[in-house]
């Protein structure tokens, strides 16, 4: 198979191309679009909590982006690899979209009462003789009560946002430093960078896992799993190299990345994204079948609530969605290694992230547990994280635009300006 010929050196211009900005204005669009039909829908539908719903998927898919993008960056500094320097300067963009995550978690925790059993219930015993809650609900709240409370939640929220925050500013700062400085002080800045980033993904993991189960897993205050915290870990990787493949061959129809994207490279990206749709698959399926073979009643209704009342059908569909089709697509060597039908796949996974969402955070209301129907408030679960979505990737834009691509001190960049080699 023929190769076009591979430049040896870097483009003088290394910053984002112009047609970034059109990206930005396209999203800008859509999300104002989608903003006044989510509006139409609720003055429909007669009623905020679905727009709340929505909401919360679209602050948990644009968190995965911005935590997940900063957890991915330390995983690089960590790791090494060619793919970073392909990633980073993408992964530093999702990175310091944080403060636009903040205002989105704001809308949450003002509106918490219409979301969590446990910020409207004030007394369980009561709640209970009034009909309002089931003796487990009270029992799960009252157990609860020292964690699921709102001062908890905000004080947990903020002490997390500003974790990653500090992360996100240091590593974006000594990114920019290490540019400026001598490729002869490239060893040093390796080890400084891996040093901070080490410990960076144990408090990762730890303040990512706290802030997912308030925000989702508390949605039903009977429910615990031992692996939650992992499943949305994996499942931003997961989301994260899709949208950084999607970026990463958009950005090569100009330079800098169409001299330094090869294609040996965007088929390593596509195994990588392959091992997170596999990891992602073992753990739900593992969480499933050991609760299953327990089947224990305090721990079977929350997937009762999923399967039953025509549940069964969405969950068939994420299963094919989120990962037999992902699956079987990136088993395949020649997708890998075509840019349009890997951004298919790509964007196929983004896809599939929210529609899993959508099946994690429905179920936990009374109106929708073992009932899965029809209504227009249902449909906000479409418009409103259109909406922050589109507006996050506008805002991923602006930060794009902000710094050079490329990291020319890298010890990679010669390699990856090397010609590649002829496949048969």
Same mark, same amino acid.
């Given at each position: ?97 944080? =403060?636009?995550? !903040? /205002?989105?978690?704001? @809308?949450?925790? $003002?509106?918490?009462?219409? +979301? *969590?059993? #446990? ?30 409370? =709102?001062?908890? !939640? /905000?004080?947990?929220? @903020?002490?997390? $946002?500003?974790?990653?925050? +500090? *992360?996100? #500013? ?255």
């Amino acid at each position: 198979m023929g190769h076009e010929a591979h430049a040896k050196t870097l483009p003088a211009e290394l910053g984002a191309p112009a047609f970034v900005d059109a990206w930005k204005m396209r999203a800008l669009m859509v999300g104002m679009v989608f903003s006044l039909i989510a509006a139409a829908l609720a003055f429909a539908d007669h009623s905020i909590n679905h727009v709340l719903r929505g909401w919360l998927l679209g602050l948990t898919l644009t968190f995965g982006w911005a935590v997940g993008g900063l957890a991915l960056l330390m995983v690089q500094y960590v790791t090494g690899g060619k793919w970073g320097l392909l990633l980073r300067r993408p992964l530093e963009a999702m990175s310091r979209t944080l =403060p636009l995550v !903040f /205002v989105y978690w704001l @809308v949450i925790a $003002f509106e918490m009462k219409k +979301l *969590y059993l #446990w910020a409207r219930i004030g007394d369980a015993s009561a709640a209970l003789k009034a009909g309002w809650i089931n003796e487990i609900q009270a029992h799960a709240i009252e157990f609860k009560r020292p964690m699921l409370n =709102p001062t908890a !939640f /905000v004080v947990t929220s @903020v002490v997390c $946002f500003l974790i990653w925050g +500090l *992360y996100t #500013w240091r590593l974006n700062a000594l990114g920019l430093k290490r540019d400026l400085d001598s490729p002869a002080n490239t060893p040093m800045w390796i080890k400084k960078l891996e040093n901070i980033s080490g410990p960076g993904i144990l408090i990762y993991s730890l303040t990512m896992t706290a802030c997912v189960i308030y925000w989702v897993m508390s949605l039903d205050v009977t429910w615990y799993s031992s692996v939650y915290g992992l499943l949305f870990l994996v499942g931003q990787g997961y989301q994260v190299l899709a949208l950084g493949i999607i970026v990463s061959i958009g950005l090569s129809k100009g330079e800098p990345f169409k001299t330094i994207l090869r294609q040996t490279e965007q088929h390593d990206l596509g195994k990588f994204t392959f091992a997170f749709v596999m990891l992602n698959i073992y753990l739900a399926f593992s969480q499933f079948l050991i609760i299953w073979s327990g089947n224990l009643p305090e721990e079977i209704p929350w997937y009762l609530d999923r399967f039953q009342g025509g549940w069964g059908v969405i969950i068939t569909l994420d299963f094919i969605f989120h990962w037999l089709i992902p699956f079987t697509l990136l088993l395949s060597r020649d997708i890998k290694r075509n840019k349009k039908r890997l951004v298919l796949v790509c964007q196929w996974m983004i896809f599939a992230k929210a529609f899993d969402l959508f099946w994690l955070i429905e179920p936990n209301f009374p109106g929708a547990a073992r009932n899965l129907h029809f209504s227009w408030g249902i449909l906000e679960y479409i418009a409103v994280p259109v909406a922050l979505v589109s507006f996050w990737i506008a805002y991923f834009c602006m930060q794009l635009k902000t710094r050079p691509l490329v990291q020319t001190n890298d010890p990679h960049v010669a390699e990856i300006l090397e010609a590649e080699h002829a496949h048969a």
